[in-house]
């Protein structure tokens, strides 16, 4: 109080300029001036009409203000900001899942568990552990095919041979078209042959065919054999063939011109040097095309019986084994005898 | 300052911020959640929370004014109660009319009624200069309301 008077005695007294009376309105509607500063503005609002327009302003905007802040909020808005919880929150707490509806449920379920098994699937070594897995046979019948072919058995025709066709199985030529170089087979039993049996062809050499034909193999062009008769029914099975087998045959093929007048004249030969019929035909059965032989004669007739044969035209003669074996000093024939083809 | 008053500040400086409840709603929400963050922070002292308010809420609207999603119109449902007679018109201008610093130091001061103190502490400037621009923004306010727009 004492120093406030001896301001006022020894300062002389100066009146608030416009600008620091507007730059303290603030502080003297809110109560904040000092006792001097708040009566240097009472004493300059009076005097000047903008800053008391300013005060009405400052007033206007605080008693906008505390009309605006007595805004309220509603309990539930209040409690939907204070409880908000995110998203994650949400999944881990379930809330999400519970509200979901039945169908998305079970679809998420079983993708779920497709992709956990579809990974599972692919991530175990199948091939390490199926040592440890019963294993059943990989072999899958698809389709059964029973091919039946309509031939008609030739009299001569020995039960493997109509076995071999009941089953499905071909029945490959004997002797496929030869060259004629080819040569002719020696003789049984170590007896070597003195003379080549195509004298159309000398240069031939005499070797045995690389592979024989199996059993099963039938004389070209309709030929049909005839090997045995009826004791040839007692052909090995099917697993039985594939031994080695100890017989022979002799298989020969003749083109002749006049097939029809020779096949007797080659019947007498043949019966002269003690051959017979082996299979269920006469000698010299005449068929469509040629005259077919089926018969066994001694061995020791064997240079005689190419000899005759080669009176007639070049003969082709291959040895194939045979699962049948002959008698000791016998051997079996089989001669198919063919019309010469007529050159165009 | 009890949870609610700190929910009620950060839920009306969104609103009277933005004029968009769903808006002022997420924000809230996310200021809240950032506030709690912040005082959790500082040891949790009670004393800090207005100061917390004023950064969180300061750097929320900045963020928004730059990504410009202010709502163009007013957009209020039932769970903001505004007082009888209250007209949001003069607010809305005077959000056009003044500076963002002093919309806001009159919206932190005068409407939500947080101390100079903690909006200069939360701002980081001095307390005369958040007085200052409070007392700028009201006198804008109070001509915009008085429809004696001078300045």
């Known amino acids: 109080m004492i120093n406030q008077e001896h301001d006022q005695t020894l300062t002389p007294k100066r009146q608030l300029s416009r600008f620091l009376c507007r730059e303290m309105l603030y502080d003297f509607v809110s109560n904040n001036l000092d006792h001097a500063r708040r009566k240097a503005v009472d004493e300059f609002l009076p005097t000047d009409f903008e800053t008391q327009q300013e005060l009405e302003n400052l007033r206007e905007g605080l008693g906008y203000c505390s009309r605006l802040g007595e805004t309220r909020i509603s309990v539930p808005l209040l409690q939907e900001i204070r409880d908000y919880k995110s998203f994650w929150v949400r999944v881990k707490e379930g809330h999400l899942w519970r509200s979901w509806p039945d169908a998305v449920k079970w679809g998420i379920e079983a993708l779920v568990i497709s992709v956990v098994a579809a990974g599972v699937a692919m991530v175990i070594p199948w091939k390490r552990i199926s040592h440890f897995l019963p294993k059943a046979s990989n072999q899958f019948v698809l389709v059964e095919v029973n091919k039946e072919v309509k031939t008609k058995p030739g009299p001569g025709d020995t039960e493997a041979d109509q076995t071999a066709i009941a089953d499905g199985r071909s029945v490959p030529p004997v002797a496929p078209e030869v060259p004629d170089n080819t040569e002719a087979v020696p003789p049984p039993e170590g007896k070597k042959p003195t003379e080549k049996v195509a004298e159309t062809k000398p240069t031939a050499e005499v070797k045995a065919p690389a592979k024989a034909p199996t059993e099963n193999a039938t004389p070209p062009a309709g030929a049909e054999t005839s090997e045995v008769t009826g004791d040839e029914s007692s052909a090995p099975a099917a697993g039985a063939d594939r031994k080695p087998m100890k017989g022979y045959v002799y298989r020969a093929f003749m083109t002749v011109e006049g097939v029809d007048g020779k096949t007797g004249e080659i019947t007498q030969g043949l019966q002269a040097l003690g051959g017979t019929k082996a299979g269920q035909v006469e000698l010299g059965w005449r068929k469509a095309k040629g005259s077919y032989f089926h018969f066994s004669l001694p061995e020791s007739n064997y240079e005689e019986v190419v000899k005759l044969l080669r009176n007639f035209g070049p003969v082709r003669i291959y040895k194939d084994p045979h699962w049948r074996v002959m008698p000791e000093g016998k051997i079996r024939f089989i001669l198919w005898v063919e019309e010469t083809k007529s050159q165009p | ?151």
Not at chain 2, 30 to 54: F, H, M, T, Y
Not at chain 2, 63 to 88: C, F, N, T
């Open chain 2, 1 to 151: 300052m009890t949870e609610e008053a700190r929910i009620r500040l950060l839920a009306l400086f969104f609103f009277f911020a933005a004029l968009d409840e769903r808006f002022a709603q997420s924000a809230a929400i996310k200021a809240l959640r950032k506030c709690r963050q912040r005082v959790k922070s500082l040891g949790n002292r009670d004393e800090k929370w207005p100061a917390v308010i004023v950064d969180v809420t300061n750097s929320f609207f900045n963020k928004l004014k730059q990504s410009k999603r202010l709502p163009a119109a007013i957009s209020y449902e039932a769970g903001w109660i505004l007082p009888e007679g209250v007209d949001l018109g003069p607010w809305m201008e005077f959000q056009k009319e003044a500076d963002l610093d002093e919309f806001l130091a009159v919206l932190w001061s005068r409407v939500l009624g947080i101390s100079d103190e903690a909006i200069s502490e939360g701002l980081g400037v001095s307390a005369g200069t958040v007085r200052h621009r409070v007392g700028r923004g009201l006198h804008i306010l109070g001509s915009v309301k008085r429809g004696d727009r001078r300045r």
